[in-house]
């Protein structure tokens, strides 16, 4: 027995066990020769070696720790899927569980006709061919609801210029506090106060002062609570 190319791999020249190269795909022939009485005979099989392939699928421009890409739902942008891979990648199937994300044919989805508040599972599946078993790339994308700013309470909303001091508290919202802010001027200009917590203390005030909290959640920020 005899075995080509070279690079295919190797062949047990009496028993024609073959074993192939874990790199080589394409076309190796395997050739059995016989001598006898009128001369020498052969007989070739062509063996088709099928490089299997690989597949890689993300989404980008995103929030969140990978794998998991974060997105909000007022997110109208078509979000586009990366894709890599090697050997014959192309031509696989998208599809999500479970049931809710707008994904299209050529992986993009939309999250703002998603339902939100749902982790999806979107799936890159390369059917099985040439003798290589079907791939599939998997990749985590979450919906997040937008935030719901609450409200914020006090025992009064009128305190004397001299010697006050009270205790604000925001509660009913939707999401994580990312920071307190006030304003003297009704609104025009903020002041940032680091305090991530439902309850704001304030004493001390000469001016009127509005306050706010600034809220987020998830892939949604931005929201305030007055």
Known sequence: YSFSPAAAGSI??????????????????????????????????TVTVTQMPTANISYSGASGIPPTSIFCVNNSTLQTVNRTGTGAFTGGVYSSTPVGLSLNAVGSFNASTSAPEKTYTVSYTIAAAGGC????????????????????????????????????????????????????????????????????????????????AVLANGGCSGLTAY
Do not use: M
């Not at 006030?182 to 903020?190: C, L, M």
């Open 12 to 45: 047990n020249t009496t028993t024609g066990a073959v074993t192939y190269n874990a790199a080589f795909f394409g076309t190796a022939v395997i050739t059995a020769t016989s001598s006898g009485c009128q001369g020498p005979k052969t007989a070739t099989h």
């Open 133 to 212: 078993p079907a791939v599939v790339a998997t990749a985590t994308v979450r919906i997040d609801t937008l935030p719901k700013g609450g409200t914020i309470t006090q025992f009064t909303n009128q305190v004397c210029a001299s010697g006050n001091a009270g205790t604000l508290t925001l509660s009913g919202h939707v999401g994580t506090i990312l920071r307190w802010e006030s304003s003297t001027n009704a609104g025009t200009t903020w002041t940032t106060i680091s305090n991530t917590t439902t309850t704001l203390n304030f004493s001390g005030l000469t001016a009127t002062t509005i306050y706010r």
